[in-house]
């Protein structure tokens, strides 16, 4: 698979140099905000591959590999309750965040639910703290 990354607004670099930075520093903030584009962009969230087969099916069982599958939901989490974000990546997560709830109300990033409390938190927090960023500026709502 071949990603070019952005070469606007958000700026990522393609799928290889994204690979090479997250083996290097995987929870750096721009390497998970990048990892979590790629995951948006090709339709990866909630990928049948994310998920075991039940044990009584062909090819149930555990899974052979270390740690657990990414969902872009608890990605941006992270980075929003972790105050060494830097302010430009802290306010895309909390963009990206509010907009895995548009425009339905039904979390479209994998990683759980979250009260709609806490989403107009993070809409509330993105608008005062952000208020000159883009993406302050390009979020009307949250749902």
Not at 24 to 47: I, T, V
Not at 111 to 130: I, M, N, P, Q
Request: charged share 20%; glycine share 8%; aromatic share 12%.
């Amino acid at each position: 698979m071949q990603w070019a990354g952005h070469k606007t607004g958000y700026i990522c670099e393609d799928l290889r140099a994204l690979v090479a930075a997250l083996a290097a520093a995987a929870q750096k903030p721009h390497n998970l905000l990048c990892l979590g584009e790629f995951a948006r962009l090709n339709s990866l969230d909630g990928a049948a591959l994310n998920k075991n087969a039940p044990v009584d099916e062909l090819g149930g069982g555990p899974t052979l590999f270390p740690g657990h599958s990414f969902a872009r939901l608890d990605a941006y989490k992270a980075l929003i309750a972790d105050p060494k974000t830097p302010p430009d990546d802290r306010a895309y997560a909390l963009y990206r965040a509010v907009n895995c709830y548009a425009p339905a109300s039904v979390n479209e990033c994998d990683g759980g639910d979250v009260a709609k409390s806490v989403r107009a938190g993070w809409f509330h927090t993105l608008k005062s703290d952000y208020p000159k960023s883009e993406w302050a500026q390009a979020l009307k709502y949250y749902w």
